[in-house]
């Protein structure tokens, strides 16, 4: 097997002669995730959704929706949610709302139409670096900071989350930021996320949540990924925060599927 580097926390696996994913053993992909939070697949045979599940069983049990295993994800028409519209997706991770013993250790993903253009990019942001990285002030800012998450359940996830910024990441304990990007212009009319920093006044909690906006979204912690058909990514949630740039063009076909592993 080939490996490239992605970018500073990512790594591309291209297959040998159109290998199919379920060959490749688990324990060899389980290694990779040693030294990188994210993967992406390249040259290997498409999975039908049975075999998406199949093959994110081998990585430990996995996180059952409304909708099953399985997540379809495309625009639609009239969304009860902005996940499902062109514009931008916050920084999140995944199972937020579920509680720490339901929020996957990998999501899965697999492209079925690609965006061969500007926008709907995935982003990913290197959570452990941004903190590591920001000066002593900054950072027991960080470290003092409890947030409180309140967005009505309007698709498959919602509800009211108090959750500490920094937390250990669970497989090596170093700390990451864990954190609902605020101030999303693109949810604001159709599935709003209250961000607010517990024990501040609203214009110091705006204050600081900004701050930490600007601090993530500096280019140095950032991989932006630009759909191609055919491809898998699988990722590291409890290392990575991710989100996504608006597309450009309402008519995007770009669709991807998504499997949670716990
Ligand atoms: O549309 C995307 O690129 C990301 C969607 C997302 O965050 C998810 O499916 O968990
Ligand atoms: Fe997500």
């Known amino acids: 097997m080939n490996i490239e580097n992605l970018c500073e926390f990512g790594g591309i696996v291209h297959a040998a002669d159109n290998t199919n994913l379920l060959e490749l053993p688990s324990s060899y992909i389980e290694n990779l995730f040693k030294d990188y939070h994210l993967l992406l697949f390249r040259g290997f045979d498409s999975l039908s959704k049975d075999e998406m599940v199949a093959f994110s069983e081998r990585f430990g049990p996995l996180l059952k929706w409304d909708f099953g295993y399985v997540f379809d994800l495309q625009i639609q028409e009239n969304p009860k949610n902005h996940i499902f519209r062109e514009g931008r997706l916050e920084l999140h991770w995944d199972g937020s709302y579920l509680g720490p013993e339901k929020t996957p ?120 990924h630009r759909w191609t058909k055919g491809e898998f990514l699988m990722f590291n949630n409890n290392a990575l925060l991710h989100g996504r740039n608006s597309f450009q063009s309402a008519s995007d076909r770009r669709r991807i599927q998504r499997v949670h592993i716990l």
């Open 105 to 224: 250790k990998y999501s899965f993903f697999q492209c079925i139409e690609g965006n061969d253009f500007e926008g709907g990019e995935t982003i990913f942001c290197d959570s452990i670096n941004a903190f590591e990285d920001s000066d002593d002030e900054f950072k027991s800012k960080l470290k003092a900071a409890n947030i409180t998450y309140q967005t009505e359940r309007k698709a498959h996830f919602g509800g009211t989350l108090s959750w500490p910024l920094v937390c250990p990441m669970t497989n090596d304990g170093r700390p990451v930021i864990r954190y609902m990007e605020a101030f999303n212009e693109d949810n604001e009319d159709i599935n709003p996320i209250d961000v607010s920093v517990d024990g501040m006044d609203r214009l110091n909690s705006d204050a600081f949540l900004r701050e930490l906006n600007a601090h993530l979204y500096k280019s140095k912690y950032l991989y932006q």
